[in-house]
């Protein structure tokens, strides 16, 4: 960054960062919705008399609509823009996750579980599409880490939270709850949500600089460009290797999610409201590295003149390998050990993550990020399906974790992969690249 241009971004508002902000706190809320579910494993259990791999089924049902949604998304949100279907979106979980409180059957949790998949479909390619219109590429790390970070803090809060309610209170109060909060961020949303076109009070600096070229690409997207149509993205190579890499990183997310307070109560016999405590560790950690590694330190070194595209794959590439730590909790003996090598995997994973988020902004023009982050959101979801159903299936057959946690050793090898030799530089895709 020139010193003109150093000086530049000191001396502006900062109306962006507070939307970087809001959609922090709009993923914050939607976890807390999804981690009731793994919190209220045993009141489940005890409520409907279901077992581990309908638990595996349950745990994924809102992962179903939310996956098959993506796609459409992205196309609905280069259409239509985050506003309107933001706004449509976070009340539709919120009915939902009110839906799960009062629902009198198994039936019914599963319908409420769909609904909810349905109005969270939009949150992370709308997030993506709205860093990408707010920031300029030089802050889009740490901007897109706030959201980010977010999915990793809510297990931090979250999991005590509703556990404390639950077992104080029971589990639908625990989903009430959730509810409650979903309503304010909905509200909150309405309020403050505008495109930087929509909004009066950005500053004709701040909004010439989101707008200014990127120095390290030289270039910044047209504004006025030819939208590609989905078949033609999921052709592109690029998008191959991210969609794989964000696969990969996923599964192992959405193992730890729903997994992770059973398997240490179950595996490692530790007490319920205490797995509940030791469940933050992780996620604490994967807070951290996501803000300050796969964000702060990255925005950082390529405004001091680092090449952005080497900053960003070293980070996404090294974040993945540290994910494979995920191996050593497969025979680990206590829960120490266990936690230690968890938390290897998922704060790797964490620093990879932002980075991942940030690229359908970089490697694809403005008329198709929505696109783009809907087909990579896509491929990160069946892995989110699958995950809690086939640690189900694994848990019930092999009364064992140890192989539940080998098969996404696997599968991030092959996201390695995939970043190495399919997304290549991060950088605009000539089309059929």
Request: one cysteine or more; hydrophobic letters at 50%; a positive charge.
């Amino acid at each position: 960054m020139t010193t003109l241009a150093h000086a530049q971004r000191k001396t502006l508002p900062r109306r962006r960062w507070r939307i970087a902000w809001l959609l922090g706190i709009g993923v914050l809320v939607n976890y807390f919705d999804r981690v009731n579910l793994s919190v209220s494993h045993d009141a489940l259990f005890a409520a409907f008399g279901i077992n581990d791999v309908v638990f595996g089924y349950l745990s994924s049902a809102y992962n179903l609509t939310y996956c098959f949604l993506q796609m459409p998304i992205g196309v609905i949100l280069d259409k239509f823009g985050v506003r309107r279907v933001g706004r449509i979106g976070t009340f539709l979980w919120s009915c939902a996750t009110f839906g799960a409180a009062v629902t009198p059957s198994l039936s019914g949790l599963f319908g409420a579980r769909f609904l909810l998949g349905v109005g969270e479909a939009p949150t992370f390619p709308a997030n993506g599409k709205a860093i990408g219109l707010w920031f300029p590429p030089q802050e889009r790390g740490f901007a897109t880490s706030i959201f980010d970070a977010a999915a990793k803090f809510s297990s931090v809060i979250g999991v005590p939270l509703v556990g404390i309610v639950l077992l104080k209170t029971g589990w639908r109060w625990s989903f009430a709850l959730t509810g409650f909060i979903s309503l304010i961020y909905f509200a909150l949303f309405w309020r403050v949500y505008r495109d930087p076109g929509e909004d009066s009070g950005l500053s004709t600096a701040e909004r010439g600089y989101i707008e200014a070229t990127d120095e390290q690409a030289g270039k910044t997207a047209p504004v006025h460009d030819h939208g590609l149509s989905l078949f033609q993205l999921v052709g592109q190579r690029k998008v191959i290797g991210l969609a794989l890499g964000f696969g990969a990183y996923n599964y192992v997310f959405y193992l730890l999610l729903t997994w992770l307070p059973t398997y240490l109560s179950s595996a490692l016999h530790i007490k319920l409201l205490d797995s509940f405590l030791y469940t933050s560790v992780p996620w604490i950690i994967a807070t951290f590295t996501d803000l300050f590694l796969g964000g702060w330190l990255i925005d950082f070194l390529i405004r001091r003149g680092w090449d952005a595209s080497r900053v960003r794959r070293t980070v996404l590439i090294g974040g993945m390998a540290f994910g494979l730590g995920i191996f050593g909790a497969a025979h680990a003996p206590n829960a120490v050990h266990a936690l230690l090598w968890i938390s290897v995997s998922i704060g790797g994973l964490s620093a990879a993550a932002p980075v991942a988020w940030s690229c359908p902004s970089l490697i694809a023009t403005r008329s198709n990020v929505g696109k783009v982050g809907g087909i990579i959101n896509f491929s990160a979801q069946v892995s989110g399906i699958a995950a809690p159903i086939i640690t189900g299936y694994v848990v019930q057959t092999q009364h064992s974790y140890a192989p539940a946690f080998v098969i996404p050793a696997v599968y991030l090898l092959i996201g390695i992969a995939g970043y190495l030799f399919l997304l290549g530089r991060i950088e605009v895709a000539r089309q059929g690249a």
